[in-house]
């Protein structure tokens, strides 16, 4: 940092000087510098923290993941963490991803479709839309209760036989289908906003009817973000727990449970691997921190997984369109 | 006004009825989607109104004001939860906001684009974090390594810990809102403080920031919305499952509203216990819906006040 | 019945008994006799509003068949939604009202049991911004036509015509199936022209077509209209006004007018006439003054 001495005197040199060396400049803008430096910071410190958070799972959970994966993948929740595994938990987070994608998808497209392409601007669409984006900001654990008070209460008898008191799958997928609801309704929104009103005159202009625009030129249009909106919210919704809990995920064993495709398991006792994560992360020891860490990185494979291919089609497809 | 011959009649313009039927069939499905929305939001509220009057009316006052949270054992004292709440949501925001703010600033305003092509999906992938990750992380590696390094005395399970995690969790929503209002502020208004001989770091923090404040004021909301919504790093890290005692100290267990919830579902096979304990959910889910109500629906008008600027 | 403003589709009851027996079959044009062409649209006393907001004021003009009838007048003053609230497009704008009656072969196209959709079918429009489906070029022009019902085996011969129709089949009769994006802009525009004229309409609805091409694909959009004008009825808007008078049998003059109170300005019509006394002798000094570039 040098602070060159202005030029003195009078004279065509002089003043020719000053302004040079004024325009070149003279002082490094220090402050300007370390702004620069604080918010890139800020930044690399965010990404620092994701980056020691993957580091760390992969490593605590890398004598499990490499020693015995097969076993792990496949294995029941055991009492002894060498012998415990997660299949289990697949099962239940599997089911739970059926569930939101049969229920919510559709009915949240649906409903965005309404709300961008029919309806007029009245209070009630005006109280809707306020709703659904109250609904987004509702905390998961109040879905929970949700989930418990209608789905295990309510109708357990529908969603679950006679031993298992409601506390199933069924009430579990129901619950976070209805959680990812407004997300989806959302994100499709705004691919649908997304959509040029040019198409939909031309749509119009040769005699189209308004359902026959939507379904011919704006959802192919908007399908590409409907998509990406769509795979943010399965991702969201495997990765929540407290509304398993309130809905009444077992925390201790589980016999049964175990096949994909049984869809008697669907109305019985389950668990998912949020649940399994903290049920296992409550226990001490080194042995089940290895266990916790590797099933955290099963989780965060799929639903990292999920984002990131989102997240970048989403990015090409924006800049395909330009 | 001459007219040309053979008149045309209305009929004639009332259109295919098959094609006319599919339309109004349509309308009423996405209708009928649409609504459904509001019957969840009917059904969150039957859900918690009952019990939860039923708590408020049977409660007896003397044990909301004690030593602290025991449900099973009749103990209701509200301040010990809800002052739970608002620590682990402090500690979060100093975590988060200058992180979040920080990280929008620079993705908005200084990055070159090769570089944000790479970062900004970075943190974004943060946003998608499960919370029991979170959870777990703070509890075997913020609290170690950075928690009871710093602060002596330290528990294993503390309220600093869960606080932090919360706040990584947080970062990604504080800047994606920020960055989305710097990024609407026009260009002209930079271009314009750049004529007159402001350095960048001048101009942003002059003009873009004071020009976006409404989202930035909005993003902070959301962000201790969420926050104060968050059950599961609590849950794992925080250490009090049954009950928990008055405190301040971030630096030990505690417990909030949310994982309060979760502690007595999760505690035994039943969520009952005496007295009005199973009530006490309910009257703490109630709590917590009308907070995050209140702060969605004030972050909701900042969002459109910046939208009506630009 | 009701016709829902935001959207513009009337809900509408299955008539009892529809009539075809009176129906002007589209494309054929009724001319009377004595060498003035029969009148297509009669719009009387017309007043359009967007909410309270009047946005033209005391409209009155025919339009006749067979003939191009041009919109001119400077920006804002309502040229484009007068065009738009002939197919009723501006039922798609929340808030849109008319007033007075316009007259489609007498029939009141706003009357509630007239449907927009049925109407648009009959009255073909062209945009500012050329606008082709993201689809190929057959499926863009066979859109219309397949809506409509017309069955598979005739698709291919009513997509030729309508290419033909518009001076692009020459250009595309190799490559159908191609995506019309891949168009250039000029061709883009006779695409939807072809789009238009495929629903073998009456009327064709021409919002400033060529505004937003390069003057060697004007031209051939120019020299289109007048290759096609004995088989359908042009409503053209332009700012172009060298356009209009190469181009239109009649025109129409529009200008704003302030209202004092409200500070808000109204289209008017100051001068409807043939195209040849507009530019030559016109009537008001306004259009005069327009005309000759003193303002606008």
């Given at each position: 940092m040098t602070v060159l001495s202005t030029p003195s005197g009078t004279g065509p040199q002089a003043a020719r000087a000053r302004v040079e060396q004024a325009l070149r400049g003279g002082k490094v803008d220090v402050w300007g510098r370390a702004f620069h430096l604080v918010v890139l910071a800020a930044l690399l410190l965010a990404v620092l923290a994701l980056v020691v958070l993957l580091v760390d799972m992969l490593t605590t959970g890398a004598p499990v993941l490499t020693g015995r994966l097969g076993g792990f993948l496949d294995g029941a929740l055991r009492s002894q963490p060498g012998a415990s595994g997660i299949r289990q938990g697949l099962v239940g987070t599997f089911w739970i991803g059926v569930f939101v994608v049969l229920l919510s998808f559709p009915l949240g497209i649906a409903a965005a479709i309404h709300l961008e392409e029919y309806a007029a601007r009245t209070r009630l669409t005006r109280f809707i839309d306020v709703n659904i984006r109250n609904l987004a900001g509702v905390p998961s654990v109040v879905y929970g209760i949700l989930g418990f008070t209608?789905?295990?209460?309510?109708?357990r008898d529908v969603t679950g036989s006679p031993g298992s008191n409601g506390r199933t799958i069924v009430s579990a997928g129901l619950t976070l289908a209805i959680l990812v609801l407004p997300i989806v309704i959302i994100t499709a929104s705004e691919a649908l906003r997304a959509v040029p009103s040019g198409l939909r005159e031309a749509g119009f202009g040769v005699g189209a009817t308004r359902s026959e625009v939507v379904r011919h030129h704006v959802l192919p249009y908007a399908a590409p973000g409907i998509f990406t909106g769509t795979v943010l919210a399965l991702a969201r919704a495997l990765g929540e727990a407290a509304p398993l809990i309130l809905v009444g995920a077992t925390s201790g064993y589980l016999t049964g449970a175990d096949r994909f495709l049984e869809l008697g398991a669907l109305r019985e006792r389950f668990t998912a691997m949020p649940t399994v994560i903290t049920t296992w992360a409550g226990r001490p020891g080194r042995e089940w921190e290895e266990v916790t860490a590797a099933a955290i990185v099963i989780l965060l494979a799929v639903v990292l997984l999920a984002n990131t291919t989102a997240i970048v089609l989403r990015n090409r497809f924006e800049k395909k369109r330009g | 006004m001459t007219d040309a011959t053979g008149s045309l009649t209305i009929d004639a313009l009332s259109g295919d009825r098959r094609r006319m039927r599919a339309d109004m069939v349509t309308r009423l499905l996405v209708l009928a989607a649409a609504v459904t929305s509001i019957l969840i939001s009917a059904l969150i509220i039957f859900s918690l109104a009952g019990e939860a009057w039923t708590f408020v009316s049977q409660v007896?006052?003397?044990?909301?004001?004690?030593?602290?949270?025991f449900p099973r054992r009749?103990?209701?004292?509200?301040k010990t939860i809800v002052v739970g709440s608002l620590l682990v949501t402090a500690v979060a925001m100093l975590l988060a906001v200058p992180l979040g703010l920080g990280a929008a600033v620079y993705l908005s305003e200084y990055a070159p684009r090769q570089v944000r092509k790479v970062l900004k999906p970075a943190v974004e992938i943060l946003a998608g974090i499960p919370s029991v990750v979170l959870g777990f992380f703070a509890l075997t590696f913020i609290s170690p390594e950075v928690v009871q390094r710093f602060a002596e005395g330290a528990t294993q399970f503390n309220l600093a810990a869960a606080g932090l995690g919360v706040g990584i969790l947080t970062i990604p929503l504080i800047a994606a809102v920020s960055e989305d209002a710097m990024r609407s502020v026009p260009n002209s208004l930079r271009e314009a403080s750049a004529a007159m001989g402001a350095r960048k770091a001048v101009t942003v923090v002059r003009v873009v920031i004071p020009a976006a404040v409404s989202g930035l004021v909005a993003s902070f909301i959301v962000a201790v919305s969420r926050a104060i919504g968050e059950t599961m790093v609590v849950f794992i890290a925080a250490g009090a499952t049954g009950g928990a005692l008055f405190t301040t100290d971030v630096f030990g267990p505690g417990q909030t509203m949310t994982a309060a919830m979760a502690s007595q579902a999760a505690g035994t096979d039943q969520v009952r216990g005496a007295g009005l304990t199973f009530q006490s959910l309910f009257f703490v889910g109630m709590l917590l819906f009308i907070v995050t109500l209140v702060l969605n629906l004030l972050a909701d008008r900042f969002v459109r006040r910046v939208r009506q600027r630009y | 019945m009701s016709t829902d403003s935001r959207t513009g589709d009337a809900a509408v009851s299955e008539p009892d008994h529809v009539d075809h027996s009176l129906d002007v079959s589209p494309g054929v044009s009724p001319g009377a006799g004595s060498g003035e062409h029969g009148i297509v649209f009669d719009v009387s006393g017309v007043h359009l509003y967007y909410g309270d907001f009047?946005?033209?004021?005391?409209i009155q003009l025919q339009i006749r068949c067979n003939e191009i009838t041009a919109f001119i007048g400077?920006?804002?003053?309502?040229k484009t939604t007068m065009l738009r609230s002939l197919n009723r497009m501006n039922d798609l704008i929340e808030g849109a009202r008319v007033e007075g009656k316009i007259l489609y072969h007498g029939v009141d196209l706003y009357d509630g049991r007239v449907n927009p959709v049925e109407v648009r079918r009959r009255i073909g429009m062209v945009f500012q911004k050329p606008n082709p489906f993201p689809k190929s070029i057959y499926d863009n022009v066979a859109y219309g036509p397949r809506l409509a019902g017309t069955p598979r085996k005739d698709l291919d011969d009513v997509v030729e015509k309508a290419l033909r129709d518009a001076a692009l089949w020459s250009e595309v009769k190799d490559r159908l199936r191609a995506s019309a994006l891949g168009l250039s802009g000029g061709q883009q525009q006779r695409l939807c022209i072809a789009r238009a004229v495929a629903t073998s309409p009456e009327v064709l609805l021409m919002d400033?077509?060529?505004?937003?091409?390069d003057p060697i694909a004007t031209a051939r959009i120019e020299d289109l209209m007048h290759e096609i004008k004995d088989k359908y009825t042009i409503v053209i808007v332009t700012h172009n006004m060298q356009q209009a008078a190469r181009v239109s049998d009649r025109t129409a003059f529009f200008t704003t007018e302030v209202n004092e109170t409200s500070d808000t300005r109204t289209g008017i019509i100051v001068e409807f006439d043939t195209t040849d006394r507009i530019f030559t002798a016109p009537s008001d000094q306004r259009t005069d003054d327009y005309i000759t570039g003193r303002f606008g």
């Open positions: 209608i789905f295990t209460k309510a109708l | 007896e006052v003397a044990s909301l004001w004690t030593d602290g949270w009749g103990l209701y004292d509200i | 009047r946005a033209l004021r005391d400077p920006s804002g003053c309502g400033e077509p060529c505004s937003a091409l």
